[in-house]
């Protein structure tokens, strides 16, 4: 298995608990949050709540929720609104991972088999539907068209966002700004809009839900850049599936983009035929890897995320310090220095 290693611009370790530390500030309303997403989730068609537990307790560490509820407590609110948005966030998110691996064809889901590979796609596509449902009525019983209006409107980009990389599947001439479109709407959005409601719920002046936005989607998209760079230098264990996944689906992303840019001739051939054609051997993901260590895409993937890490940082300025901002400050940190 083919592996990265020595990414010379890697700084100093990051503070393995920030992700630890932001969740355990928002410990009592995860808490509740969580309990809402298990009531929720709940149907009388047995499979519904079968294959929506098997997601969703296979998840991650609810970092959209938890950003919503941080965001909140920044805000100084102290009611419990923003712990239903919560569950709408990860009900959004959930769904999109669902409908996300049907399309992948993905098999695997953070190191386990993915619920489309153990229910079958017509399920998964189904309950994912239903999950999207479920989110939109926790909007309406949140009474607030303020916060309707920014969680509709982030489930739309983000279907545009997944339509908008089927256009850019297998295209070795997809720019750079192309591809940062996807990921804005694909992934960002939602980071975005998680943060906002925030300041909606706290009824904070604009300029502060705009700052809480500025930060989400700025950080979101830091997130999506580290991601891509792991993709060809993590192994399943830590990235929860196999190396080269985007390669072998013939995904454009950063590090495919700039290192087909910087090659030669017979390198961009090399790509066409492997993510566009593909035409792919044995040992093709080892020169892939190569091929971007040599001309610094990741390294230089990397580093466009720490410019987007630094656009978050400033976001949060006009926010008093304190104990939620520091750890929102420390997020970000550990998103993009994550272990390559």
């Known amino acids: 298995m083919a592996v990265v290693t020595?990414?010379?611009?890697?700084?100093?370790?990051?503070?393995?608990n920030a992700l630890d530390k932001l969740t355990d500030?928002?410990?009592?309303?995860l808490k509740a949050c969580n309990a809402l997403i298990i009531d929720r989730m709940q149907s009388p068609v047995e499979l519904i709540p079968q294959l929506a537990g098997y997601i969703i307790a296979a998840g991650g560490k609810r970092l959209r929720p938890v950003l919503t509820l941080a965001s909140s407590r920044l805000c100084g609110y102290d009611g419990s609104r923003?712990?239903?948005?919560?569950?709408?966030?990860?009900f959004i998110h959930t769904a999109t991972l669902l409908h996300d691996d049907v399309v992948d064809e993905s098999d695997l889901r953070r190191g386990l088999a993915s619920a489309n590979a153990v229910f079958g796609n017509k399920a998964s596509v189904l309950v994912g539907d239903f999950l999207f449902?479920?989110?939109?009525?926790?909007?309406?019983?949140?009474?607030?068209?303020e916060v309707l209006r920014i969680l509709s409107h982030a489930s739309a980009v983000i279907a545009e966002g997944e339509v908008l990389q089927l256009t850019t599947s297998n295209d070795t001439g997809t720019s750079e700004q192309a591809y940062l479109d996807v990921i804005r709407a694909k992934t960002a959005e939602l980071f975005a809009a998680a943060c906002q409601i925030g300041a909606v719920v706290s009824n904070r002046p604009a300029v502060?839900?705009?700052?809480?936005?500025?930060?989400?989607?700025?950080?979101?998209?830091?997130?999506?850049?580290?991601?891509?760079v792991l993709d060809y230098s993590a192994l399943q264990a830590q990235l929860g599936k196999t190396v080269g996944d985007d390669f072998r689906e013939g995904k454009i992303t950063l590090p495919v983009i700039l290192t087909y840019r910087r090659g030669s001739d017979e390198d961009r051939a090399f790509w066409r035929r492997t993510v566009e054609e593909m035409e792919q051997t044995d040992g093709d993901l080892d020169k892939a890897i190569a091929m971007m260590n040599q001309h610094g895409a990741l390294r230089d993937t990397v580093e466009r995320a720490r410019h987007y890490g630094a656009i978050a940082r400033d976001s949060l300025g006009l926010f008093p310090d304190g104990p939620e901002k520091r750890a929102m400050l420390d997020v970000i940190d550990f998103v993009i220095d994550r272990e390559f």
Do not use: T, W
């Not at 500030?25 to 309303?29: P, Q």
């Open 208 to 228: 502060e839900a705009d700052a809480l936005f500025a930060y989400g989607l700025n950080l979101g998209i830091a997130f999506q850049l580290v991601d891509d």
């Open 25 to 29: 500030l928002v410990a009592d309303d």
């Open 82 to 90: 923003h712990q239903a948005l919560a569950a709408c966030v990860e």
């Open 6 to 16: 020595n990414l010379s611009l890697k700084r100093s370790k990051p503070d393995v």
């Open 133 to 145: 449902s479920r989110s939109f009525q926790l909007m309406v019983e949140d009474g607030s068209l």
